[in-house]
């Protein structure tokens, strides 16, 4: 059996997509700038396309921006607001240690140029304290950026909340959308955000292709340059049949929302139940407060990339940690966030979920898994040590 249980790395693109890309290909090939019929039959789609995504939103055209997905999105938003800050002398930024490496790698960056960066910590359940956030927020900061929902244990994080308090201390704010648009209801305006990141293959969209929502008068930087494109904030021809297909791939996402997050978190349910039989493992991140498709376990005395690998074997697409991190060392910065050591860190394993799954495929992995673990506990010294009492458990 092939189970592909990696979604929140890439999702397989929908049909619709897949279809509405070729179609725009074939029959769109002008170039929006152009002025004869052909680029301005393309610009006519262009601008349909911001129009639908900016109404999936809750916002205004003119407030999306067309970006190669969603760690463009999230650098754009990220450098506008910290370049801003600097011209108004406030130079700190507030954000979490759970972010997408888009987000904590631009503010490194931002660090090494002089700005105060504030990494708020994670409960063990995953989502951070709005009485941390409060405590941070002083005069002299410029952006809060905090996450939607989080990649590798899923977890939602009260963005709303987080919204009001920005606007009540007239500080900008970004979200980094990419786990949640087409996963759960986003509204610009319920979260009170002033920037929005959000990417198309993470919803059934082609790879490369995305956007940033910016709130009206919010300040917005190009980071390319060159054509006039994007109202000048993003040179660069329009990848206009990527747009055409994120948009195809995101307005059916968010049509078929609520059946799609029912069948998904009952599927996810029964594999969380399933493999919580496995001894000495644990659930990451809150049991509710995550995302319908979102299963992630730590399990004690086994290493996540070996378990990978089997899994593999078995015809189990997964993945430990963030694909980001998966293929170095390092264990997981949201896992060390949310308190599991080291050791434990290392055995990650996420399985994410779509509608593509079925209930079949959950139970070969409630078979295979526990399986899996146990093949490689038996192999495993630091198993032995903590069988023979050498070692205490943690989990
Ligand atoms: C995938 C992802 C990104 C990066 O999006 P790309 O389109 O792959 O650049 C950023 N943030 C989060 C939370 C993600 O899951």
Redesign the pocket.
Known sequence: MKVYADN???TRMRDSALSAYVETAQNFYGNPSSLYTLGQDAKTVLEDCRGQIASLLGAQAEEIIFT???????NQAILSAAKFGKLKGKMKIISTAI?????LHTLNKLKKEGYEVVLLPVGTDGIVRLSDLEAALDDNTCLVSV?????EIGTLQPVREIGKLCRERKVLFHT????AVGHIEVNVNDIGCDYL?L????FGGP????ALYVRQGAPLYPLIEGGAQERGKRAGTEALPAVKAMTVAMKEAVDTLPETQKYVTYLRNKLITGLENIPHCALNGDREKRLAGNVSFCFEGIEGESLLLLLDDRGISASSG??CTSGSLDPSHVLLAIGRVHDVAHGSLRLTLSADNTEEEIDYMIREIPEVVQYLRNMSPVWRDLQEGKRQYIL
Not at 199 to 202: G, L, V, Y
């Open positions: 929140a790395a890439t190669s997905g969603g760690s463009e999105a999230d972010e997408h490496h888009a987000v996450m939607f929902a989080n990649n980094d959308a990419v786990q990141a990417s198309a293959h993470k790879k490369g292709v995305g963030s694909a």
